[in-house]
């Protein structure tokens, strides 16, 4: 256990000869210290990814559920009935309650739990210290603590399903007064309650995380390791780490707040109530600061998602082109630019909700901006390709997939951010296909990328390559046909969240796209099987890995396939070029790890 | 019987797993590097690359080609037009760099896949490329601004007529009431205090401008060609009025008054008339007949727009724009607001 603390420590008394320190059974690992309570950050990836897996299946199916409800609105179907309960699914049909519940939820798991705390959970603990050249994280300890507090976060949202009233039913945005009274919605009632404890554990939980990534990047670096010559993801991570940091607060003050008004009586966002036949006490209060608080958050929250995946994005396709990427100074640039504006747009969500117009302005000139950083992003993605080498990894197909997803959804967001568009397209589900598309798409589709990647890091096996193959295209033709027919729905007018649309004749002939887009989903959801047969089976039983199977420059691949304690054997390796070096003239390889010290007449990072 | 399947489904198991087992056996014998991609899997995926372009492409123009007719009819109001035409213009510009930048990647995709004998080039970086990408889209944001911003600053615009229609939208679970002012052409104040079985939209009762407010459920009117002004408020939680025919929404919020203006300048009786929402309307009666539902004709809607609970899928009110003299008429019928006066 003592060198299981500090990385620090260990890099200190560590750094030649005590190379044997870190072979196995010379400290006394129980089960619970090594696997449980671990304080490894390979371990500790691992937790979260799983842990992420997991409640990916569970949001996906949540998801399948609302969309049969959509699809084929009255239509009974028994499993229904047998999954969510004779209450919530009487006779196989969805009641109107529990659809909202089950959209709420799928929502709040989607980006919290999968892509927030399993995206960057999962990354950035594997591939800091990795691609750094670090023994483990600046502090085990608190990197343990952060995944414990995502692990109790993720009960208490799981177990919120089993209540009698049903978990939080107000949107995954939770706007009061909705939220805040129990008359309004039985969601609200201790649904609510567990889910503001949940999210007020996952911040914890994330700041743990932030702090710690953000001091082992900039304390921990190796010998050589310049932040101009770090590999893009951790710029990447490095930049949403201190987007995490900085926003995470806002929402659990925003949260705390909430929690006030629902049971102390104070009216931060109430006032003017009259429900469940009494008016409320509470005056003078304004659910707008709630929502100013939660966008505050919200924002730079769907960059803390994005980021990541285009992080891993910009290695992969690198890596996988043979190539340099492109603008490596010009894509941490427009990082940083994403993640500075990202700031300063959070009002564009709220430009229907009576917000003074001039300040609708002043966020749709901001919110723009951002099109030009991410813009710059697309075309260094293609441009690497070109005149590239393309090896097709199933993790490169899903890059290219997620520069698709990147490219499509980010054009409608050019719509959505122009609040004379707004207007009528606003919660609609034009906005449903926009963020599903740029933000849900392209980062699960790094996730996956990602995990095709740095299987080999994570269980010392190969992931199947036919089986990634037919995982991807099935899930790229699938996730299109879901999402985007939604432009088509949201043009016409269908609001979001409505339990059925056919309520209204005057959108009885669009039922036809929703069951399209239910029948995609379908096929879309069967295709993760196929994900999860690979995942679990090469888990255990895959080939096994060589060390550096991809012919990667970067310092993760120069230690050997084992899990080491302190990550090298020996000595942590020298850097002495940038990770980009593919198909350098003048070399033999179509690779020059990091590792290789620069010829006499060789210029770094590409200089000529 | 059931320990049956059971006996058969674990001897289903330990026959997977020998045969696994004999597929791993003779796969670290050969020592072959299955993970490793081959000249094939690059053509094949390249190829796939370009193919899946043309059905992304393809599926698209079909979705255009199939679903526009539904798409939302032209614009009942003035300043929809404004949006539209935006809209229409953004579409232009959005959908070229769809498939422009798509293409790119697709094209690249497909044209630069792998192959053992071959080197990539070692590029870096382009100053030239990449000041022309950085510049094209600032140019073409900053006339999406500067329109964008015109056209908002023209429709969040304050007094446009002098004497202009004025409307209450009152939201609450799960419906909404439309309020007008009455002879005195002025609301009465509100007091949420007040609100009962009643006084259902909470109006002061000691206000005398209240007396001939007009409360209506259901439908409401409002006259072509006058420019109506909206105030809303809502009872309990967040609403939202969103009326996609005129391009018009505002959400409702409790202990706030917010508002919206537009003019009508398509009755309910002329769109009816329009070949698009003919196509549309014949289609949904179509489906309704299958099903047994009585026909329907065109209306106005008024939605709500923000989640609010379990029936916020069934939240509407129908607005009927007629001819001034028919809504004058219509809200003469209409009767005014009689409170029990509280002690």
């Known amino acids: ?608 | 019987m059931t320990l049956l399947y059971i006996l058969a489904f674990v001897l289903l198991c330990i026959a997977l797993n020998q045969l696994f087992k004999v597929f791993e056996l003779s796969r670290d014998l050969r020592g072959d590097k299955l993970y490793k991609t081959t000249d094939s899997d690059n053509k094949f995926n390249g190829r796939a690359m370009l193919l899946f372009m043309f059905i992304f492409f393809g599926f698209f123009i079909w979705q255009v080609d199939t679903y526009s007719y539904r798409l939302l009819p032209k614009s009942a109001s003035e300043h929809g037009y404004l949006i539209d035409s935006l809209m229409n213009a953004n579409y232009v510009l959005v959908v070229l760099v769809f498939f422009v930048v798509n293409g790119f990647l697709f094209f690249f995709a497909w044209r630069y896949h792998g192959t053992k004998d071959r080197k990539a080039e070692y590029i870096v970086h382009n100053n030239k490329l990449e000041m022309i990408w950085t510049i094209v889209p600032a140019i073409a944001l900053a006339f999406i601004i500067i329109f964008g911003l015109k056209y908002w600053n023209e429709i969040m615009k304050r007094n446009n007529e002098a004497n202009p229609i004025k409307i209450e939208l009152y939201a609450k679970q799960f419906d909404w009431t439309a309020r007008y002012p009455g002879a005195d052409n002025e609301f009465g104040i509100d007091d949420y205090m007040q609100i009962d079985g009643s006084n259902s939209v909470g109006l002061d009762t000691l206000d005398t401008r209240c007396k001939d407010d007009i409360l209506v459920k259901n439908e409401f009117h409002i006259p072509v060609g006058r420019e109506i002004v909206f105030q809303f408020r809502s009872r309990d939680i967040i609403h939202s009025a969103f009326m996609p025919h005129f391009r018009a929404q505002m959400n409702c919020v409790p202990g706030q008054i917010t508002s919206f203006r537009f003019k009508p300048v398509v009755t309910t009786a002329e769109m009816r008339k329009d070949a698009h929402v003919i196509r549309n309307i014949n289609e949904i009666n179509e489906i309704r007949s299958k099903r047994g539902e009585d026909a329907i004709d065109f209306d106005y809607l008024l939605l709500c727009n923000k989640i609010c609970g379990a029936s916020h899928y069934n939240m509407q009110m129908k607005i009927v724009v007629d001819t001034e003299k028919d809504y004058i008429a219509w809200l003469m019928k209409q009767k005014t607001f009689k409170p029990i006066a509280k002690k």
């Open chain 1, 1 to 608: 256990m003592e060198h299981n603390t500090h990385a620090g420590v260990i890099e200190g008394h560590n750094l030649h000869d005590h190379a044997h320190a870190h072979d196995h059974g010379d400290h006394h690992e129980t089960f619970v210290s090594k696997y449980v309570f671990s304080m490894d950050h390979k371990v500790i990836s691992r937790q979260f990814l799983i842990t992420a897996v997991v409640m990916a299946v569970i949001a996906m199916v949540m998801s399948i559920i609302f969309r049969l409800q959509l699809a084929w609105p009255g239509e009974k179907f028994a499993f229904i009935e047998a999954l969510m309960g004779r209450k919530w699914g009487a006779d196989g049909i969805l009641n109107p309650n529990a659809y909202l519940a089950l959209v709420t939820i799928h929502g709040t798991i989607m980006v919290f739990f999968v892509l927030t705390g399993g995206l960057s959970g999962t990354f950035s603990n594997l591939l800091i210290p990795y691609q750094i050249g670090a023994r483990d994280m600046a502090s085990g300890f608190l990197n343990m603590l952060s995944y414990w507090f995502f692990f109790i976060s993720s009960t208490i949202m799981l177990s919120s399903l089993f209540i009698e009233d049903g978990p939080a039913s107000a949107g995954w945005t939770i706007y009061p007064p909705l939220s805040a009274l129990p008359e309004a919605i039985p969601g609200s009632k201790l649904g609510m309650t567990l889910w503001l404890i949940s999210m007020s554990l996952f911040v914890v939980s994330s700041l743990l995380g932030s702090l710690n990534y953000i001091v082992t990047i900039i304390n921990l670096r190796t010998k050589g390791m310049t932040m101009t010559r770090l590999p893009l993801t951790i710029w990447a991570f490095l930049v949403t780490a201190i987007l995490g940091v900085l926003s995470f607060p806002v929402l659990f003050s925003a949260v705390l707040l909430l929690i006030f008004d629902r049971s102390m009586g104070t009216s931060f966002y109430l006032s003017d109530i009259y429900i469940g036949g009494k008016p409320l006490e509470q005056v003078g209060g304004s659910p707008i600061l709630f929502e100013h608080l939660f966008w505050f958050l919200g924002h730079p929250e769907v960059y803390i998602v994005i980021l990541p995946a285009l992080g891993i994005t910009s290695e992969i396709i690198a890596t996988n082109s043979r190539k340099p990427i492109f603008g490596y100074r010009a894509m941490i640039g427009s990082m940083i630019a994403i993640g500075f504006l990202s700031f300063i747009v959070w009002g564009h969500h709220m430009f229907m909700t009576g917000m003074n117009p001039f300040l609708g302005s002043v966020f749709v000139f901001t919110t723009l901006l951002i099109a030009i950083p991410s813009a710059v992003k697309a075309f260094n993605y293609i441009t690497t390709l070109w005149k590239g080498n393309i090896q097709y990894t199933p993790a490169m197909l899903f890059s290219i997939g997620l520069v698709s997803s990147f490219i499509t959804g980010g054009v409608t967001g050019i719509i959505l951010a122009d609040s004379t568009l707004d207007i009528t397209i606003h919660d609609t589900y034009f906005v449903v296909a926009h963020f599903h598309i740029v933000m849900g798409l392209s980062a699960i589709f790094g996730m996956f990328a990602g995990v095709y990647h740095w299987f080999p890091k994570m269980f010392l096996r190969m992931m199947n390559k036919k089986l990634g193959y037919l995982h991807f295209w099935t899930t790229f033709l699938g996730a299109y046909g879901v999402f985007f027919p939604m432009h088509f729905l949201g043009m016409s007018g269908v609001p979001r969240r409505y339990y059925t649309n056919s309520n209204f004749p005057l959108f009885d002939n669009l039922l036809d796209i929703n069951q399209f887009v239910t029948m995609c989903a379908i096929f879309a959801a069967f295709a993760q099987v196929i994900f999860l047969i690979n995942f679990f089976y090469s888990m255990f039983r895959g080939e096994k890995a060589n060390q550096n199977p991809w012919k990667s420059n970067t310092l993760e691949w120069t230690n050997p396939v084992a899990h080491i304690h302190g990550n090298w054997p020996g000595a942590l390796p020298e850097v002495h070029r940038w990770p980009y070096d593919y198909s350098k003239p003048g070399h033999a390889e179509d690779f020059v790890p990091q590792t290789v010290a620069l010829a006499l007449d060789e210029h770094d990072g590409g200089e000529h």
